[in-house]
């Protein structure tokens, strides 16, 4: 269930790479404790990625990792190739970083994380904060998105599908062109794949975060 | 003066890409209000750049769009030919954006920033809590910096050069690779030309602002 994981993972599904996935004792802060952990990745954060004797960290950084690795001449999602179309890839990255997630991500923890795993109510002060920003990045999303089929970008899958299963997923009604380009992110097979595994209920985030 | 704005002109520097700087009228606010500005930014922002019909936002989109298109046998900085060696370049990027930057800034912030622009003391409990956080990524940094000449980060050049004309500039010389890594990064020429013309001085940042 954690949406820096998931966003590694699902690039190791779209490239079809074949992985182990060793999970944390969350409860038990495994992340901050086992050496083990802390030499794949010294910031006790997660995920933490081992190829060989490389390891690295930070999602996005894992996920170009893959995609450059496994790259082929039908799927090459980062366009390194060619400058403009890698750009444009980056920017994507980059807007999902540090303008969508921002906004989409509050609304997320305060819907569906925190009420299972703290049993507090969503702050409607947060909530209603975070979807005046996140407006403003769909209604630019909805401008820039040209009639085409725009490339998938699986960074931003996690937030946006556990945004789906608040109550605010409407939103996305009132911007057709992110809300189609989201159903076609939502039916590649790599994204499917993930989304079917994923702890929605509360009593799944619990047993998650729980062990 | 703009942090953002230096780290994508240190790379048009580094690559001897010719270039134009067009300032905005930041007291004014220009870059949210002015039609050709939102066109280039449509989140308000800055920088916006501009490559014949090509508009990018997010400067380290931007900073990957120049090395990129500029590279030569000789200046390589983003590595992409060697999927281990770009891996390590991207996990820079990644720290720098997520680890290293949210702890530094609001310590050149403090201290250098809304000292000048607003005239308030630094806060000394944000102060402390940033240098907390440093403290434990210059760590890892130190840790897993080998005995060699690391390739230089150049998006790591805008806050850790505001960061130098703190009082808190003698925290790097507790980490000895870190600095070495550092002294190598500011002399480099792209980041000397640069560093000369930033904006260190109360009068000269309160100029910057206010036009």
Request: with cysteine; charged share 25%.
């Amino acid at each position: 269930m954690s949406t820096s994981v998931a966003r590694v993972v699902v690039c190791l599904e779209e490239v079809g790479a074949e992985y182990e996935r060793v999970d944390i004792d969350f409860a038990a802060k495994e992340h901050r404790a086992s050496p083990d952990h802390l030499n794949r990745n010294p910031f006790g954060q997660f995920p933490a990625f081992q190829d060989g004797d490389l390891l690295l960290l930070e999602s996005r950084a894992i996920g170009r990792y893959i995609l450059r690795k496994y790259k082929t001449g039908d799927v090459d999602l980062l366009r390194e190739g060619n400058p403009r179309d890698a750009a444009m890839v980056d920017m994507a990255t980059e807007v999902e970083a540090h303008q969508y997630t921002p906004a989409i991500s509050p609304i997320v923890y305060e819907c569906i994380f925190h009420p299972a795993m703290r049993g507090t109510p969503a702050s409607t002060k947060v909530v209603d904060e975070s979807l005046e920003k996140l407006r403003k990045v769909l209604e630019v999303y909805e401008a820039r998105l040209g009639g085409g089929a725009p490339p998938p970008r699986l960074s931003y899958f996690p937030f946006t599908f556990y945004f789906m299963v608040t109550p605010y997923a409407p939103l996305f009604d009132e911007y057709p062109r992110v809300k189609g380009w989201w159903e076609r992110l939502a039916a590649r097979p790599s994204v499917r794949k993930l989304a079917a595994g994923m702890a929605i209920s509360p009593e799944a985030i619990r047993r998650s975060f729980n062990g």
